[in-house]
């Protein structure tokens, strides 16, 4: 339930509320929101999606009957989702990774404010 939590309900950029109760314009910084939000949601339906996939192939494997052409294609619908769930999870990994090491937070997009 979580995740389905996260997925529909990103954060809202539709005017800036700074705490002290004053809305100002959304401004390129608030660009940071939307990235957040758009690259979080695509790493979940990535996953969604793979997962599915694999249950496909394990449903077409099951009720191939011995059929060389199903099988044949369910093999690859099962080896698809499983080289892309270990692709998500290994991108997910490699930024944890680079985080941890450089101690910069890569998963953050961060539009620095212009100075004047």
Request: glycine residues 8%; without cysteine; proline residues 4%.
């Amino acid at each position: 339930m979580n995740l389905i939590s996260k997925i529909f309900s990103p954060v809202s950029i539709f005017a800036a509320n700074w705490g002290d109760g004053t809305n100002d314009v959304a401004t390129i910084q608030d660009f940071n929101i939307v990235f957040e939000n758009i690259a979080q949601t695509i790493v979940y339906f990535a996953g969604i999606i793979f997962f599915v996939m694999f249950i496909r192939g394990g449903f077409t494997y099951l009720t191939s009957g011995g059929d060389p052409k199903k099988t044949a294609k369910a093999t690859s619908t099962l080896t698809l989702s499983i080289v892309g769930l270990v692709g998500v999870i290994i991108s997910f990994l490699i930024i944890k990774f680079i985080s941890n090491f450089t101690g910069i937070d890569v998963s953050k997009f961060n539009i620095p404010p212009a100075t004047p």
